[in-house]
């Protein structure tokens, strides 16, 4: 069965470092999100993307937050500087991109970031 | 704007025990209903939908049913085991095929099976 792909599954750093997060989406899905999971609380999206093209990122905290998908396929979050209240379980997320608000979200792994 | 409210946790139950963990909502129009599971460690995954009201969403001996009247979306199961511990979020989508597709989660219930 198909699955989404994140690496790191974990990453250490200090503040003010940059941080970076790959996700590998299930081949043939355009669309693909990044949540924000803090501990004890619901994922929370950042950024969705349909195909190259960004649909939302009002939660997104653009000054330290960025996140591309050039070609349509992988995706890269980077945080710069990071800060000690960044840390959480960062999730990706694709789906078709055909259904609309039926279909289902198939989630990776995450990464979990700890900032020192 | 949209939101999810899940019974909070922690629930510990025996082994063979009745579950149920309450989910209701607030969302305008028509949302879509899910339920994830997140095991310790790992990623989110499904485990049933439902995509209109009364439609009953079922998988792995869980069910849920889609109460428009009551903006419910309860979480059941006859016979729980150990290996159903876990965190499970409740969470829906708006019910626009061209607007923003976002999830609304719960803040999650964490289920504890004792043998």
């Known amino acids: 069965e198909a699955e989404v792909a994140q690496s790191p599954r974990y990453k250490i750093t200090e503040k003010s470092q940059a941080v970076a997060f790959w996700c590998d989406p299930i081949s043939g899905h355009a669309t693909l999100y990044w949540y924000r999971q803090i501990l004890g609380q619901g994922p929370e999206l950042l950024v969705q993307?349909?195909?190259?093209?960004?649909?939302?990122d009002s939660q997104l905290p653009k000054d330290r937050f960025s996140a591309e998908r050039l070609k349509g396929v992988d995706s890269t979050l980077k945080i710069q500087p990071a800060e000690l209240g960044d840390s959480a379980m960062y999730l990706c997320?694709?789906?078709?991109?055909?259904?609309?608000?039926?279909?289902?979200?198939?989630f990776g792994p995450g990464t979990r970031l700890l900032v020192l | 704007g949209n939101s999810v409210t899940q019974m909070e946790g922690p629930v510990t139950l025996s082994e063979e025990a009745f579950l149920t963990i309450n989910c209701t909502y607030t969302a305008t129009g028509y949302p879509s209903l899910f339920w994830y599971v997140q095991y310790p460690g790992e990623g989110l995954q499904l485990l049933l939908k439902a995509t209109k009201a009364d439609d009953k969403g079922s998988n792995k001996g869980f069910e849920a049913t889609y109460r428009k009247e009551t903006t419910s979306f309860h979480l059941e199961k006859g016979s729980v085991q150990v290996s159903d511990s876990a965190v499970y979020f409740c969470?829906?989508?708006?019910?626009?095929?061209?607007?923003?597709?976002?999830?609304?989660f719960g803040t999650g219930t964490r289920l504890t099976i004792i043998p």
């Open positions: 993307f349909q195909d190259e093209s960004v649909v939302d």
């Open positions: 997320a694709s789906s078709l991109g055909l259904q609309g608000f039926r279909e289902t979200q198939y």
């Open positions: 969470a829906l989508r708006r019910g626009s095929n061209f607007g923003n597709e976002k999830l609304t």
